[in-house]
């Protein structure tokens, strides 16, 4: 289960240098950001003379941070139609972020599916916690490597 908030922040201006000096103030390092957290919960239960993985549940929490340019109206319609096309890729690259939460959240089921069964389900429980927390700790990985794909290895720190 993936849940989205999405977080907007006003820049102004007439001009597109005027806006990416709002987005340099304004964007914390980036015109657009996306934070995500993956949790999950399970259960165990003996069956058959064996413990096993009875339920799974993990979930992506994002938060995405955009622009909302407040002048719009008041510019040329070649600077609107740049910002538009800016603002739309922008978008689509947070919601990639988004994505590889929601994967992780999905690869982090089907580790604790994947479980191996024993006599004990503490044991059971901790090998499932670890199998589903090495998958979380892949996250931040994954993303970087998403920005590099996106804007070059070099790029990374200056989005």
Known sequence: MTTISIEHYEIRGATLDDIRRELDAKGHGGAGSTS??????????????????????AFCVAKVRLPRWHDVAKTPREVQ??????????????????????????????????A?????????????????????????ERQRAFDAREYGPEKIGEK
Do not use: Q
Request: proline share 2%; with cysteine; net charge positive.
């Open 81 to 114: 139609a740049f910002w538009a096309k800016a603002y739309d890729k922008l978008k689509a690259h947070e919601m990639g972020h988004v994505r590889i939460c929601t994967d992780i959240a999905v690869d982090v089921e089907k580790a604790l599916w994947a």
């Open 36 to 57: 995500g957290e993956v949790t999950y919960r399970f259960n165990s239960a003996r069956r058959d003379g064996e413990c096993t993985i009875t339920e799974v549940r």
């Open 116 to 140: 191996p069964k024993s006599m004990h389900c503490p044991a059971v429980n901790e090998g499932a916690r670890k199998r589903a927390d090495s998958v979380v700790r892949e996250m931040n």
